[in-house]
């Protein structure tokens, strides 16, 4: 074989095996390589490193317990996820959730108000607007409910009769309160100091302060009749009442 024709069959081989990797799969490999590389690193910058809680008097070691974003990637942080999860915090409302590039999250709350009291035989406790168990409490100044229902709370109706109770009996004519109770079958009763109680039952807030606003006008028509209130069931359309004369 002659020098000519070696050189041909060099060639042709070397050729050959140029065209067996194409020039740009290098350029693809060093590329996903960068992008691996970036990605790593934006995963350390983009970590949550501060949780900030915006609020007065707020829990805030519990909150950040609970809320469950320290050290997760900010780009992952959802704030209705975080909003749930601080919801079993039950003294609190979460107002907002924002997230502060790169690593930065920020809670607004406050705390939830105390609006009545639940005495129960497993001890007392505060609730909220909505008659929700907000905190169990030792003592307390709020109106207190007394009760043994253990379903976790009262509805917003039964909280908005007893404040508006507070607030409109007391100057009525023999209006002062001695207790509220609560029970399943009855619903709010209202237990008078001059020895009259209703029955003001269940219901939404303004069917409740309505029949409080019955109540009221039924004791300050009494004592022109030389009539004493006894009972005063106040759940049906027409409440039926019990006196006995002065």
């Known amino acids: 074989?002659?020098?000519?024709?070696?050189?041909?069959?060099?060639?042709?081989?070397?050729?050959?095996?140029?065209?067996?990797?194409?020039?740009?799969?290098?350029s693809?490999?060093?590329?996903?390589?960068?992008?691996?590389?970036?990605?790593?690193?934006?995963?350390?910058?983009?970590?949550?490193?501060?949780?900030?809680?915006?609020?007065?008097?707020?829990?805030?070691?519990?909150?950040l317990a609970v809320a469950g974003v320290t050290g997760a990637n900010i780009f992952t942080v959802r704030s209705d996820a975080v909003v749930a999860r601080l919801s079993t915090v039950r003294e609190i409302v979460v107002t907002g959730v924002e997230t502060s590039?790169?690593?930065?999250?920020?809670?607004h709350a406050q705390m939830r108000p105390s609006l009545v009291a639940w005495q129960t035989p497993n001890g007392l406790f505060v609730l909220d607007l909505d008659g929700r168990v907000i905190?169990?409490?030792?003592?307390?100044?709020?109106?207190?409910?007394?009760?043994?229902?253990?379903?976790?709370?009262?509805?917003?109706g039964i909280v908005e009769a007893v404040r508006?109770?507070?607030?409109?009996?007391?100057?009525?004519?023999?209006?002062?309160?001695s207790?509220?109770?609560?029970?399943?079958?009855?619903?709010?009763?209202?237990q008078g100091r001059a020895g009259w109680h209703a029955i003001v039952g269940m219901g939404d807030p303004?069917?409740?302060?309505?029949?409080?606003a019955e109540l009221v006008a039924v004791l300050q028509k009494a004592p022109t009749l030389s009539e004493k209130l006894v009972t005063l069931?106040?759940?049906?359309?027409?409440?039926?009442?019990?006196?006995v004369h002065s």
Do not use: W
């Open 1 to 26: 074989m002659s020098t000519t024709s070696r050189r041909t069959q060099t060639r042709s081989r070397t050729g050959s095996d140029n065209r067996g990797v194409h020039p740009v799969i290098p």
């Open 28 to 63: 693809i490999v060093a590329l996903l390589l960068c992008l691996a590389a970036m990605a790593a690193a934006f995963a350390g910058i983009f970590k949550v490193r501060t949780v900030e809680v915006v609020g007065p008097g707020l829990p805030q070691a519990r909150m």
């Open 101 to 107: 590039f790169p690593d930065r999250v920020i809670i």
């Open 135 to 156: 905190d169990r409490v030792v003592h307390t100044t709020l109106p207190i409910i007394l009760g043994s229902d253990r379903s976790g709370g009262f509805g917003p």
């Open 164 to 177: 508006y109770a507070v607030q409109a009996l007391p100057p009525a004519p023999n209006g002062a309160i």
């Open 179 to 190: 207790t509220f109770r609560y029970d399943r079958k009855s619903g709010l009763t209202i």
């Open 206 to 212: 303004v069917a409740l302060v309505r029949r409080i």
């Open 233 to 243: 069931d106040l759940r049906y359309a027409k409440p039926v009442a019990r006196f």
